[in-house]
Nanobody
Framework: QAQLVESGGGLVQPGGSLRLSCAAT????????MDWYRQAPGKPRELVAT???????NVADSVKGRFTISRDNAKKTVYLQMNSLTPEDTAVYYC???????????????WGQGTQVTVSS
């Protein structure tokens, strides 16, 4: 079974909205902090948003006020709600889960497969 399953990418017009989903296994979702990254052509990978296992969210300054990250404990899913999209938001978006089994232990990282978001008229 895949540990992270992404969905929700696609083509949207400028000013539109998309919601990305990242469904995790129970074992990961219960302990992991989760992030959304994106990588646009010719640009370095960028951390877009984070949310802790307890549900504390944060988003990058570049998307603050437009993007929201959240967790649904019943569905074991992390969402990235993207509003007021612009062509600069076009990128491959990746879900990441990470946790540390104990103090001094190496951090574990699991990545989703990535989903393409294209903002164009």
């Amino acid at each position: 079974q895949a540990q992270l399953v992404e969905s929700g990418g696609g083509l949207v017009q400028p000013g539109g909205s998309l919601r990305l989903s990242c469904a995790a296994t129970e074992s990961i979702f219960s302990v992991a902090d989760m992030d959304w990254y994106r990588q646009a052509p010719g640009k370095p990978r960028e951390l877009v948003a984070t949310i802790t296992a307890s549900g504390l969210p944060n988003v990058a300054d570049s998307v603050k006020g437009r993007f929201t990250i959240s967790r649904d404990n019943a569905k074991k899913t992390v969402y990235l709600q993207m509003n007021s999209l612009t062509p600069e938001d076009t990128a491959v978006y990746y879900c990441n889960a990470h946790w540390r089994p104990g103090k001094g232990w190496t951090r574990n990282d699991v990545w989703g497969q990535g989903t393409q978001v294209t903002v164009s008229s």
